[in-house]
Structures are given as structure tokens and as C-alpha cells.
């Protein structure tokens, strides 16, 4: 009927879009864990669809050059929900 998406199921989605970024670099996970001064498991972790923090997945976009494009769909987000009319 509807089509939900789960928390759990994003959380996976972004990891392995993580995960191939760091493959394609050539990068390991303790390489990474280093330049963002976080532990191995950390990334393990983000990149497994674990628990992971809001300010862990920033630096890791950022580091892959990826936090721009998100940042521009919350504000292309925010630009449709502002021009959208009330229905109140």
C-alpha cells in the first residue's frame, strides 16, 4: 500500500555509499578513522548501518567531498516545503 522507508534500512544505504567511496579512494577504514580522528570501529560501524553519530557522518562526507550535495538537497528540501501551500 504505502511505501515506508525505515531508519535502519537508510542507515544501510548511507554506509555502503560510504563504503564504496572508501574502496574507490583506495582508502582503509583505519586511514580514515585517522584523518578524521575516530576510531576503526567508528567507521566500521557508519559503514555497517550501526549506530553511528550525526557529527561522524558529516566529517565523513565532508572528507569525501560529499557534504556539499547534501547540504544542497536539504536546502532544495527546504526551498519545496517553504513554497508549499498550507492547507490550514
Not at 28 to 33: G, L, T
Not at 43 to 60: A, P, R
Not at 75 to 80: G, N, T
Amino acid at each position: 500500500m504505502f511505501n515506508t522507508i525505515e531508519i535502519k534500512d537508510t542507515k544501510q544505504e548511507i554506509g555502503q555509499v560510504i563504503k564504496i567511496v572508501r574502496k574507490k579512494r583506495k582508502l582503509s577504514q583505519v586511514e580514515v578513522a585517522k584523518s578524521l580522528d575516530v576510531s576503526r570501529n567508528t567507521i566500521q560501524n557508519l559503514e555497517s548501518g550501526k549506530n553511528f553519530t550525526i557529527d561522524t557522518l558529516f566529517k565523513v562526507l565532508k572528507e569525501f567531498d560529499l557534504l556539499d550535495k547534501v547540504y544542497d538537497e536539504i536546502l532544495e528540501a527546504k526551498k519545496e516545503i517553504e513554497q508549499t501551500k498550507s492547507l490550514y
